[in-house]
């Protein structure tokens, strides 16, 4: 089984505040043309996203320097629904395995077309951040514009690590529907900081 987790990308759709709006539009149709062709124009932290450490680094790592290796891996499911602080607990000790890519499910991406999305969104504290780096996971997606706020300390510890940040992700708690599954991030061979990703998480046994 596979479980699209990214969020479809139109025109208009809501940006973290200060970003440049999405515009996707058909300028060519087949009625007309005899073909059809879209032009799109938007900055690469837009719906389901992948952040590379040159976002909020000194790093000199493009995105399409990743290498696909380093985005796909054993999935491990997290739920803190309803919370508004993604804490360490001592079960996650357990839960959490070296090379494997956290997924953590907050519910916040229902709110992805209110005021609310993008100001009032659950955070991570530095003592979860410490056991992901501690664990040496490869990446972690959140259905979050972000994993934190301003000054956006997470992140810098994060990317600093080497650990790679999926924003904006949906469907997280269908994953509950898998026992073991991996999950894979696919962003654009793009000469960027960041960039909008296809993930999904498979079912190991196929």
């Known amino acids: ?36 062709n879209h032009r799109f124009e938007t900055g690469m932290h837009i719906g389901t996203h992948l952040d590379g450490p040159m ?24 739920n803190c629904k309803d919370v508004d602080i993604i804490d360490y607990e001592n079960g996650y000790e357990e839960l959490i395995n070296e090379g494997c890519i956290v997924a953590i499910n907050t519910g916040h991406s229902k709110n992805f077309h209110s005021e609310d999305y993008f100001d009032k969104h659950p955070v991570m504290t530095k003592a979860f951040a410490e056991l992901l780096i501690r664990k040496k996971v490869k990446a972690v997606c959140v259905d979050l514009p972000s994993p934190d706020m301003y000054p956006f300390d997470i992140h810098k510890m994060l990317l600093n690590s080497g650990i790679f940040i999926g924003e904006n992700l949906v469907n997280l708690e269908r994953l509950e529907e898998l026992m073991d599954f991996e999950i894979f991030i696919v962003p654009l061979n793009i000469r960027a900081d960041g960039a909008m990703a296809r993930i999904f998480g498979r079912t190991l046994d196929e």
């Open 1 to 36: 089984m596979i479980i699209d987790l990214t969020m479809e990308i139109t025109s208009m759709m809501p940006v973290y505040p200060g970003d440049d709006l999405v515009k996707l539009q058909e300028i060519k149709s087949f009625e007309k043309d005899g073909y059809c």
């Open 55 to 78: 976002h909020m680094t000194n790093s000199k790592l493009y995105i399409s320097d990743i290498k696909l290796d380093n985005l796909i891996g054993k999935g491990v499911l997290i």
